[in-house]
């Protein structure tokens, strides 16, 4: 796949950690490309299945307003990152999504036509991203798109 041929790029954070590195790294490519960067975060269900649980014990939250602020902090960044790197915002989208986050991404892959999906890599090895029961490795695994994991060292390519 040449750089130039990629013009949907979806790069997926958590939303609480943000793996902004990715970000960049995925928006290199679709700005050479004059591509577009789709910022993809799903807030998984067990966060929201504890917020419920918080808030029948009468705490002042709901998982509308914690969807609602997770949501508003992904978009406020990515607004941020588009100042910071002088990118046309109209080029980089949030998708926020809740659920099951492999189900969500592959979701997403199968309903905005995606030309690569990058991933995060973390602060594990490549193995452990591998067989994972996290979002990794499923991803690498089930994605219909090539997949590349971007760590702070390295960058490992999967094929989709």
Request: charged share 20%; with cysteine.
């Amino acid at each position: 796949m040449k750089p130039e041929n990629l013009t949907n790029i979806l790069v997926a954070i958590s939303p609480d950690q943000q793996e902004w590195r990715a970000v960049e790294a995925a928006w290199n490519m679709a700005a050479a490309s004059g591509g577009t960067l789709w910022v993809g975060s799903v807030i998984h269900r067990k966060n929201l299945f504890r917020i419920g649980t918080v808030a029948a014990m009468g705490y002042g939250i709901s998982t509308r307003a914690y969807l609602e602020g997770v949501g508003a902090a992904v978009f406020s960044r990515v607004n941020r990152f588009c100042e910071a790197k002088g990118a046309d915002p109209s080029r980089v989208r949030p998708l926020i999504r809740a659920g099951d986050p492999v189900a969500e991404l592959l979701g997403i892959l199968s309903t905005h036509p995606m030309d690569l999906l990058i991933l995060g890599a973390g602060a594990r090895g490549a193995l452990e991203r591998l067989l994972d029961g996290g979002v990794k490795g499923p991803m690498i695994r089930q994605s219909p798109v090539p997949v590349l994991v971007h760590g702070s060292g390295a960058v490992e390519r999967a094929g989709g």
